[in-house]
């Protein structure tokens, strides 16, 4: 699996329909792409949400960020993450 980094942001519809039930179905759509959050988080300012998530490819993550965009009503920018062990092992 590889990690990705999905940085989120919010319409000013799809503000409205923020809820617990629409989590859960982003969340259920994550899986159906092979798909595992590891970690979300709402920030203030430019982006609304980060979230940190493991997808078995670049195909996988690219048409993940599409259909939750679809879904979501969000634009979503997915760049690929590496720790920065592995980071340091790569470069070191």
């Given amino acids: 699996m590889?990690?990705?980094?999905?940085?989120?942001?919010?319409?000013?519809?799809?503000?409205?329909g923020i809820s617990?039930?629409?989590?859960?179905?982003?969340?259920?759509?994550?899986?159906?792409?092979g798909g595992e959050l590891k970690a979300g988080y709402a920030l203030l300012g430019d982006t609304d949400l980060v979230?940190?998530?493991?997808?078995?490819?670049?195909?996988?993550?690219m048409k993940a960020s599409v259909a939750l965009s679809?879904?979501?009503?969000?634009?979503?920018?997915?760049?690929p993450a590496m720790s920065v062990k592995e980071f340091d092992k790569l470069l070191g």
Avoid: C, Q, W
Wanted: charged share 25%; proline share 2%; hydrophobic share 40%.
């Fill in 51 to 61: 979230l940190v998530v493991d997808l078995p490819d670049n195909a996988s993550a």
């Fill in 2 to 16: 590889a990690t990705f980094i999905m940085s989120v942001k919010y319409t000013s519809k799809s503000l409205k």
């Fill in 20 to 33: 617990s039930k629409r989590t859960d179905e982003a969340m259920d759509l994550l899986k159906e792409h």
């Fill in 70 to 79: 679809r879904l979501l009503g969000v634009s979503i920018n997915t760049a």
